[in-house]
């Protein structure tokens, strides 16, 4: 039950194959790549020729060539509102000059295309402000320039040379409107308040000719009124012709816009690994983390593609020779679950990754998680419609159920697994009588009694069942704690750490100090007695754990010496020397803190029958609500169902959710803390994500 073995692959090939050597390794996710942390190959160290520094010239250009290619893809994307979907890098083609030529001819176009389609967006608003304004004023018997004054737009009435009027246009460009009234040079300008310096600048030069209204005038000129209306709908009609082109331009466009973004993502991506990677002018040298499982078939595909332009070298994880060049790394680690317990390795790597050779804890973690949840959240109906929920998680393709679809066996197994505990207790959507003749029918064919249910958590005449049910899930704590010791002496085995093995608190010595104490208390729970079989029992252990660190030192100096001398970082000659009131005052403490440790570690899972209570108590709660409706409201059969409704729901989401923090809370402190002393690097293989 260890994590995949894993394989350190070296390969050397021509700078010509590495693009098609990452692109293929990127689409079987399966290799990590191994990252150089030192100076480039021997014979390129100090030295680079002229070819070799134009080589590197020329990749810093193309990388900075497929950066601003990239970012004109993103602008033409928000300009046209392209999404990238259905993206496939691993079926996109290389970038070459021709497409990022392309690229930049399409993203001058829309660049052109979008001043164009603001401006008009612009002056349709300054012609709708102007418009609104005017109608406001229209009917006021004020004179226009007192109305002009007021108005939050300054418009001009005037004549001009007609011929001048395109180039007055050009001139104001999206500062201001200018329309005409008539074929004789009669215009009404407009433009915002903080566009009138410019607007009277230009009128200047264009010769304008400002309209004097008659003295008696009042309100807006009708022809002014007219044009400006007329001319805020050709505006309104060349912003929409013009929004209809982009929609078909984006139709147009899309399919091209997605194979040019995943073609430069790709060749960004492969560039920037080349990067990193240790080279010659002519060859790289690629090394990496490979599941043993795929080894055979990645060294069979490289062949078929390069034939002799590649050489590959295999190295297991505890060679010298392949983990000199990686000193002090450690080998990445894949969890490779199937089934029903692939949806709890979640729940593992959320606290860490395992050290590489270490046991994986996912199947442990997959029957606790399961059995804890069923004890704290026993409910035949609850339970159903939490299995419910995992087989439509399981079907569904779309959605937001569709996020969890990975963690389905995890819902169908807590479902199941409250189904079978309601069973027992004989709760059905918190109705604690509905099953009773079930109960006593299964009873009497298993047991050989009727019983109204095979469990009483509630105490009802006296509490001794609820006081053998906290026995029992203290019980549970004895059976988890004890796996997770098991886990860290086989781990600690497995490294050669017979120190920590045998005698620190979660080895053996802890172990067997945590056993039989624990049987002691059964015994005298029982009714049995002590005897002195127990000093020897808890002396031995006690006596191990309180000289811990002059065992683990005499283990260790064993340990170099078997070696054969000096290891890295150790000095030669010299022993750790403690004194006497040092080893001590440490057995003391680790004595104190080995009792207290497994004490609260054990009598944590009370909480396992202090929820499972409060379920019942709380399932006992919505059942006599409902009844008392029914039986004393107006219309008692509807409200009763929806008491009962209501709370069901409020236990299967609330509590539900309480308790599987909870289970996960208990394996976290109780359980992963026994060996999960250190963590490993979790395996992270090159895969070029859209």
Not at 99 to 117: K, P, W
Not at 325 to 330: S, Y
Not at 428 to 437: A, Y
Request: a neutral charge; one cysteine or more; glycine letters at 8%.
């Amino acid at each position: 039950m260890s994590s995949t073995a894993m394989r350190r692959m070296e390969l050397l090939l021509l700078k010509s194959d590495i693009d098609s050597a990452l692109r293929y390794l990127a689409s079987k996710n399966c290799f990590q790549i191994i990252f150089p942390v030192v100076s480039p190959l021997p014979e390129t160290k100090g030295k680079q020729t002229s070819a070799a520094a134009e080589a590197v010239a020329s990749e810093e250009a193309y990388l900075a060539r497929l950066d601003g290619a990239l970012a004109k893809l993103g602008q033409l994307g928000t300009c046209l509102g392209l999404r990238q979907e259905d993206m496939d890098l691993g079926a996109a083609r290389l970038p070459d000059e021709a497409l990022l030529d392309e690229i930049d001819a399409i993203s001058s176009s829309c660049a052109e295309n979008e001043q164009v389609s603001l401006a008009q967006k612009r002056k349709l608003d300054d012609l709708e402000e102007s418009l609104r304004e005017l109608r406001a004023f229209a009917g006021l018997s004020l004179p226009f320039e007192d109305i002009s004054k007021l108005s939050f737009v300054s418009m001009r009435l005037g004549k001009v040379d007609p011929e001048k009027i395109p180039a007055l246009n050009r001139s104001l460009d999206d500062r201001a409107a200018i329309i005409p009234m008539d074929n004789a040079g009669s215009i009404v300008a407009v433009a915002s308040r903080k566009g009138r310096f410019a607007l009277e600048t230009e009128l200047a030069k264009a010769g304008f000719v400002k309209m004097n209204m008659p003295p008696d005038f009042r309100g807006v000129p009708a022809d002014a009124l007219a044009a400006l209306q007329t001319s805020y709908g050709e505006a309104k009609e060349n912003v929409a012709a013009l929004e209809s082109r982009r929609k078909a331009e984006a139709d147009r466009i899309s399919p091209t816009w997605v194979a040019m973004l995943s073609s430069v993502k790709l060749g960004r991506a492969l560039k920037k690994v080349e990067k990193k990677l240790e080279g010659t002018e002519l060859v790289y040298r690629l090394a990496g983390w490979v599941p043993s499982v795929s080894v055979e078939t990645l060294i069979k595909d490289f062949q078929s593609m390069f034939g002799d332009r590649i050489a590959i070298r295999l190295y297991d994880p505890g060679d010298e020779e392949g983990n000199s060049a990686q000193k002090g790394r450690e080998v990445p680690v894949l969890l490779k679950q199937s089934g029903f317990v692939s949806a709890f390795q979640g729940i593992v790597l959320s606290y860490g990754t395992p050290v590489y050779g270490d046991i994986d804890p996912t199947p442990f973690v997959a029957f606790f998680f399961t059995f804890l949840f069923a004890v704290m959240f026993g409910d035949l109906g609850q339970g159903a419609v939490i299995l419910g929920l995992g087989l439509l998680i399981s079907k569904s393709e779309k959605g937001l159920l569709r996020n969890y679809k990975k963690y389905w066996p995890a819902f169908v197994a807590a479902g199941a697994g409250s189904m079978f505990m309601g069973l027992l207790v004989g709760s059905f959507f918190s109705d604690e009588k509905l099953l009773i003749p079930l109960e006593r029918f299964l009873t009497g064919l298993t047991l050989g009694a009727p019983r109204d249910r095979f469990l009483d958590i509630m105490p009802s005449n006296s509490l001794g069942s609820m006081f053998y049910f906290f026995g029992f899930t203290v019980g549970i704590g004895f059976l988890i704690n004890s796996t997770g010791l098991v886990i860290n002496m086989i781990n600690l085995a497995r490294k050669k750490k017979w120190g920590e093995a045998l005698f620190s608190k979660t080895g053996l010595s802890g172990a067997l100090l945590f056993w039989w104490a624990s049987g002691m208390g059964l015994r005298v729970i029982l009714g049995g007695k002590l005897g002195w079989i127990d000093l020897i029992g808890l002396g031995v252990p006690l006596l191990a754990l309180f000289f811990t660190k002059p065992f683990e030192n005499v283990m260790t100096a064993a340990e170099r010496k078997h070696r054969g001398g000096e290891a890295s970082g150790e000095r030669n000659g010299e022993s750790e020397k403690a004194s006497a009131i040092d080893v001590l005052v440490g057995g003391l403490v680790e004595i104190i803190e080995t009792f207290s440790y497994y004490a609260s570690n054990t009598m944590s899972f009370l909480r396992v029958a202090a929820f499972a209570l409060a379920h019942a108590v709380l399932s006992f709660v919505v059942f006599t609500m409902a009844e008392l409706v029914r039986t004393r409201a107006p219309g008692g059969v509807v409200f009763q169902f929806l008491i009962f409704l209501v709370g069901n729901l409020i236990i299967i989401s609330l509590e539900g959710l309480i308790v599987t923090i909870q289970v996960i809370r208990l394996q976290y402190y109780e359980f992963f803390s026994k060996f999960f002393t250190q963590t490993g690097q979790a395996f992270d293989p090159i895969r070029f994500e859209p």
